[in-house]
């Protein structure tokens, strides 16, 4: 019995990665992913790499794993620019063959220059656009892995010339550099130019100066020429000559176990004659001289363009620009932090620094040791540092408030302490005197009421008399009604003749005068 197993190529995926770009001679590392249906695919694969490189590179490999890597190394004979690699994936059927399943291309980059970055660190942190002006500035180069392990296995030396502002500062072969900015709210550009050579430096004598003035008679003024000879220095076949200006100045800092002898100013229109600039070592207490000399003069610097590339040295260029800023300092707090229960605090806070700010308050009860690590949600924007806070505090303790004040370059975090005490309430004299006396008078004049109620008390006995003027038999009615039979009794009255003579006709109390309302 024959079983079929179909494989449907578009099921897999295959993904790479590269750390392109790299230096020409350095090696590039190529990694393949191999997915089946989103999910990491299961079996035995086989990859066939290749690229399209003068020189051709090719790579079988079969493996167990859904991935698999390749680390070329690309000549020096490799001209710069861009480069693809193709990876095709198998998998085995049954342990016959190898079908197709995928395949997948990338591209990548050979350069002619070192690539990294260039990096400003203070206090082992690395600034942005903005570098404080109380701390010293680590100026650093970092390479790529894969250039600094191709300038490790096959240079013999590398320097690092750095200016800022187009200004020559001093070479170092570290690639670090230390400076320190005084002046706030100024821009400055900083450029690292890299120059790895593949020959060991060699001995030479020192360059010797010479000046002479001439003057012209015919005008009030004089002109001074400086000329200078440079001394003879081995150079290896085929490599970049470096010469530089004048000196402008004079110094004498080591630097590692470099020495720089002059700091030259950059000016790319520069035209007088140009002076070659050594760079001079310290080989144990001896001062010799390199076969590498740079030319401040090169476009390469301050332009941004690209100096002749020589076969025995490989060059990098690097630049950032920053603004230097002031950072918060010198707070003030102005005010009581000593309040009673149910007052309100004012504080004024003020300090020193570059703008713009941002602060927020943290509130706390009780006291409170900061971390350093506090931070602000929602920070408020200031144009200047000057702020008033103001919080009422309904119990008593201590409180803290922390306060955290930041700028482009640093963040001030201040705890104030607050001590809502509670005063002692002491009832006023009148408060407890008049209750007292006015209760003494109301108790004596009862006790007196009373005595003199039992003592007369005989002489008030009064007799009552109940008069009842209605008739009894009378039915209740209401006010209405008897109002209406008074009326018609009015007009309606009955004489009465009496027995004992015949004077008139007398008028029944009722009806004379009717019915009296009982309210």
Same mark, same amino acid.
Request: proline share 6%; glycine share 4%.
């Given at each position: 019995?024959?079983?079929?197993?179909?494989?449907?190529?578009?099921?897999?995926?295959? !993904?790479?990665?590269?750390?392109?770009? +790299?230096?020409?001679?350095?090696?590039?590392?190529? &990694?393949?992913?191999?997915?089946?249906?989103?999910?990491?695919? %299961?079996?035995?694969?086989?990859?066939?790499?290749?690229?399209?490189?003068?020189?051709?590179?090719?790579?079988?490999?079969?493996?167990?794993?859904?991935?698999?890597?390749?680390?070329?190394?690309?000549?020096?004979?490799?001209?710069?620019?861009?480069? %693809?690699?193709?990876?095709?994936?198998?998998?085995?059927?049954?342990?016959?063959?190898?079908?197709?399943?995928?395949?997948?291309?990338?591209?990548? %980059?050979?350069?002619?220059?070192?690539?990294?970055?260039?990096?400003?660190? &203070?206090?082992?942190?690395?600034?942005?656009?903005? +570098?404080?002006?109380?701390?010293?500035?680590?100026?650093?180069?970092?390479?790529?892995?894969?250039?600094?392990?191709?300038?490790?296995?096959?240079?013999?030396?590398?320097?690092?010339?750095?200016?800022?502002?187009?200004?020559?500062?001093?070479?170092?072969?570290?690639?670090?550099?230390?400076?320190?900015?005084?002046?706030?709210?100024?821009?400055?550009?900083?450029?690292?130019?890299?120059?790895?050579?593949?020959?060991?430096?060699?001995?030479?004598?020192?360059?010797?100066?010479?000046?002479?003035?001439?003057?012209?008679?015919?005008?009030?003024?004089?002109?001074?020429?400086?000329?200078?000879?440079?001394?003879?220095?081995?150079?290896?076949?085929?490599?970049?000559?470096?010469?530089?200006?004048?000196?402008? %100045?004079?110094?004498?800092?080591?630097?590692?176990?470099?020495?720089?002898?002059?700091?030259?100013?950059?000016?790319?229109?520069?035209?007088?004659?140009? +002076?070659?600039?050594?760079?001079?070592?310290?080989?144990?207490?001896?001062?010799?001289?390199?076969?590498? &000399? $740079?030319?401040?003069?090169?476009?390469?610097?301050?332009?941004?363009?690209?100096?002749?590339?020589?076969?025995?040295?490989?060059?990098?260029?690097?630049?950032?620009?920053?603004?230097?800023?002031?950072?918060?300092?010198?707070?003030?707090?102005?005010?009581?932090?000593?309040?009673?229960?149910?007052?309100?605090?004012?504080?004024? @806070?003020?300090?020193?620094?570059?703008?713009?700010?941002?602060?927020?308050?943290?509130?706390?009860?009780?006291?409170?040791? *900061?971390?350093?690590?506090?931070?602000?949600?929602?920070?408020?924007?200031?144009?200047?540092?000057?702020?008033?806070?103001?919080?009422?505090?309904?119990?008593?303790?201590?409180?803290? *408030?922390? +306060?955290? @004040?930041?700028?482009?370059?640093?963040?001030?975090?201040?705890?104030?302490?607050?001590?809502?005490? #509670?005063?002692?309430?002491?009832?006023?004299?009148?408060?407890?005197?008049?209750?007292?006396?006015?209760? @003494?008078?109301? @108790?004596?004049?009862?006790?007196?009421?009373?005595?003199?109620?039992?003592?007369? !008390?005989?002489?008030?006995?009064? #007799?009552?008399?109940?008069?009842?003027?209605?008739? &009894?038999?009378?039915?209740?009615?209401?006010? !209405?009604?008897?109002?209406?039979?008074?009326?018609?009794?009015?007009?309606?009255?009955?004489?009465?003749?009496?027995?004992?003579?015949?004077?008139?006709?007398?008028?029944?109390?009722?009806?004379?005068?009717?019915?009296?309302? !009982? $309210?």
């Amino acid at each position: 019995m024959c079983i079929v197993k179909i494989v449907l190529a578009s099921d897999y995926d295959l !993904r790479l990665l590269s750390n392109s770009p +790299v230096v020409i001679g350095g090696t590039v590392n190529f &990694q393949a992913f191999l997915y089946y249906r989103g999910k990491v695919a %299961e079996g035995d694969f086989k990859y066939y790499w290749e690229d399209n490189a003068l020189t051709k590179h090719t790579r079988t490999n079969i493996s167990t794993f859904p991935y698999d890597f390749w680390n070329v190394t690309y000549s020096t004979d490799s001209p710069p620019g861009p480069y %693809e690699i193709q990876v095709t994936a198998y998998k085995d059927i049954y342990d016959i063959y190898y079908t197709p399943i995928t395949s997948q291309r990338l591209y990548f %980059e050979l350069t002619d220059e070192l690539n990294g970055e260039l990096n400003i660190l &203070q206090n082992n942190k690395t600034t942005g656009n903005f +570098v404080s002006n109380n701390i010293t500035a680590v100026h650093e180069v970092s390479l790529k892995e894969s250039d600094a392990a191709y300038l490790k296995n096959v240079s013999k030396s590398v320097l690092v010339y750095w200016f800022i502002d187009c200004e020559y500062y001093g070479v170092t072969d570290d690639f670090k550099y230390e400076h320190h900015y005084n002046q706030t709210d100024v821009q400055h550009h900083v450029e690292a130019l890299i120059v790895a050579g593949y020959e060991p430096v060699t001995s030479t004598t020192p360059p010797t100066t010479s000046t002479t003035s001439t003057t012209t008679p015919t005008t009030t003024t004089s002109s001074t020429t400086t000329t200078t000879t440079p001394s003879t220095i081995t150079t290896p076949k085929g490599s970049t000559t470096f010469t530089a200006m004048p000196e402008r %100045e004079s110094i004498a800092s080591k630097n590692g176990n470099i020495t720089i002898t002059a700091k030259a100013k950059r000016s790319v229109n520069y035209e007088t004659t140009k +002076v070659p600039h050594e760079i001079l070592y310290y080989s144990g207490n001896n001062l010799t001289s390199s076969n590498k &000399q $740079f030319n401040p003069e090169a476009p390469f610097v301050c332009n941004k363009s690209v100096v002749p590339i020589s076969t025995n040295n490989t060059y990098g260029y690097f630049s950032k620009s920053f603004i230097v800023k002031a950072p918060v300092s010198k707070l003030t707090i102005n005010g009581n932090n000593w309040i009673k229960q149910s007052n309100i605090l004012h504080l004024q @806070i003020s300090c020193k620094g570059s703008k713009p700010f941002q602060y927020c308050l943290n509130y706390f009860p009780g006291n409170y040791n *900061i971390t350093g690590n506090e931070t602000c949600i929602n920070p408020l924007p200031l144009d200047n540092c000057d702020f008033e806070i103001s919080r009422y505090y309904g119990y008593p303790g201590p409180h803290t *408030i922390v +306060v955290i @004040i930041i700028n482009d370059v640093d963040k001030l975090i201040t705890p104030i302490t607050v001590t809502v005490y #509670e005063v002692a309430k002491q009832a006023q004299l009148s408060v407890i005197v008049v209750p007292v006396t006015f209760s @003494i008078v109301a @108790i004596v004049l009862i006790i007196f009421g009373v005595a003199y109620y039992l003592q007369n !008390r005989s002489r008030f006995t009064v #007799e009552v008399a109940d008069f009842n003027f209605g008739p &009894q038999y009378a039915d209740y009615m209401t006010f !209405r009604e008897r109002l209406r039979d008074s009326i018609m009794n009015s007009f309606t009255r009955a004489t009465v003749n009496t027995e004992d003579n015949g004077s008139g006709p007398i008028w029944p109390p009722n009806q004379k005068y009717g019915s009296m309302p !009982r $309210f």
